[in-house]
């Protein structure tokens, strides 16, 4: 399930360091997040879709990992993303 241009746009404006930026961490978890939404929406629907589900958890547990690295190299960072995005710290 990819996100249209304008959905990438609005997720993540808030959370990029300049306008190509596509590599950091809190631009990584702010796209991951809304990825994390579309599918639980489809899933939502859907209950039966089992690969569907088995990408969530892949994509949960990246952006988990993601979330680790921002928490140990900048924690003011890490809790501004955790505030900005309403994710459990």
Not at 38 to 58: E, M, P, Y
Not at 65 to 73: A, E, N, V
Request: glycine letters at 6%.
């Amino acid at each position: 399930m990819a996100l249209s241009k304008r959905q990438k746009q609005s997720a993540t404006k808030y959370f990029r360091k300049h306008e190509s930026d596509t590599g950091s961490a809190e631009y990584q978890i702010a796209l991951s997040t809304e990825k994390i939404k579309k599918l639980v929406s489809h899933l939502k629907k859907n209950s039966k879709d089992k690969h569907c589900r088995k990408g969530l958890l892949g994509m949960v547990q990246q952006r988990k990992k993601l979330m680790q690295y921002l928490k140990s190299s900048d924690e003011k960072k890490y809790n501004k993303i955790i505030k900005g995005l309403g994710i459990k710290g």
